[in-house]
């Protein structure tokens, strides 16, 4: 039975449904798909979804990690397209996590939902912390250019530098993979390399690891991701109403239903520009995470309020953030006022 689930897809509006599974071996192996990492779109009519895959356990390697991906229509449960893919990544170091990027096997408009799951991994004998990477200039104008270096120590064959491209949500979801093939590395040498290619408005980070038959990153490298250009700020988030019933004046009940609205106001020559309205929610504390993410569609200038619901099923202190871009993923509004409730 598949999970469903809504993705916040910001190039496509493409939700999808995730079943995650987990397998343990013998070995007590365990491998995982992250939930959050993953992110929906579509490139030339291919339905694409990207994500990363976590080996869990803290000694042990694990290689040929499978993945299935099913590819759904708007009604009923039989997919419109069942592609088998790997991640990207040949061996997960323990306690690592690996990106995948698996696209549908034709163009298909129809595609609206997707269900990723592990279809199996198996054990793997290791690689040598052999290989070294870092950047050595990152320029970001119309296309983002990112230089990097990668040396090894000993011999090595079929090197691949990978960029995995992280948004800013928290935690990041994977918004695109690059790799590129180094190949074969004489002794004590090094290879440079070049990222350039336009990246998602909203991109802020990428990671760069490297792997070859033999050996690997330890580890990841991160490098930030300048802005190009300003946000166009079209509009503004002046208010965000909360709607509920409660017996006790600023607490919300565990499990009621509360609408959160967006007051927007918009320029006049955006007028009839369509945009979606984002709604985050964090549960307050050190380490805050998301606790609820939604999503509802609009048209500026129609006097229409949007509105995302949002079910609270734990008791604490929540603050609420809202948003609004367009189907392109670029924001038109600076993000709206915070908004902290107390869930009981």
């Known amino acids: 039975m598949r999970e469903l689930a809504v993705l916040v897809v910001l190039l496509s509006l493409v939700s999808y449904a995730h079943a995650q599974e987990y397998y343990d071996t013998p070995h007590s192996l365990s491998v995982e798909i992250i939930d959050d990492s993953q992110f ?22 694990v290689g040929d990690v499978r993945l299935q991906v099913k590819f759904f229509g708007g009604t009923g449960d039989v997919p419109l397209d069942i592609v088998a893919g790997n991640t ?79 948004d800013g949500f928290d935690p990041p979801r994977v918004l695109g993979v690059e790799s590129f093939d180094i190949g074969d590395m004489l002794p004590n040498s090094k290879e440079s390399f070049e990222f350039l290619r336009a990246v998602d408005y909203r991109a802020v980070s990428l990671v760069m690891l490297a792997e070859s038959d033999s050996s690997y990153t330890k580890n990841r490298v991160e490098v930030v991701i300048p ?50 309205y984002y709604v985050q929610i964090k549960e307050s504390g050190q380490l805050p995470y998301v606790a609820f993410l939604g999503f509802t569609k609009g048209v500026l200038g129609d006097g229409i309020i949007p509105s995302v619901y949002w079910t609270p099923e734990n008791k604490g202190l929540y603050f609420i953030e809202t948003f609004v871009w367009d189907s392109n993923g670029v924001p038109l509004a600076e993000r709206g006022p915070f908004k902290l409730v107390l869930v009981s």
């Open 227 to 276: 802005q190009s250009q300003e946000p166009r700020n079209v509009a503004q988030i002046t208010d965000v109403p909360l709607v509920y019933t409660t017996d006790k004046p600023g607490e919300i009940p565990v499990g009621s239903t509360v609408r959160i609205d967006g007051v927007i106001d918009s320029a006049s020559d955006v007028m009839n520009t369509q945009y979606v």
């Open 88 to 166: 990207t990544l040949q061996v997960i170091p323990p306690n690592s996590k690996s990106p995948f990027m698996i696209r549908s096997a034709t163009p298909d408009e129809q595609i609206t939902d997707v269900s990723v799951s592990l279809a199996g991994f198996d054990g793997s004998g290791g690689k040598a912390e052999g290989l070294m990477i870092h950047s050595t200039d990152v320029i970001h104008e119309e296309e983002l250019s990112v230089k990097g270096v990668i040396r090894n120590s000993g011999p090595e064959r079929g090197v691949m530098v990978h960029v995995v491209i992280y």
């Open 40 to 61: 929906v779109y579509r490139e030339n009519g291919y339905t694409v979804v990207v994500g990363e895959v976590k080996n869990g356990d803290s000694h042990a390697f």
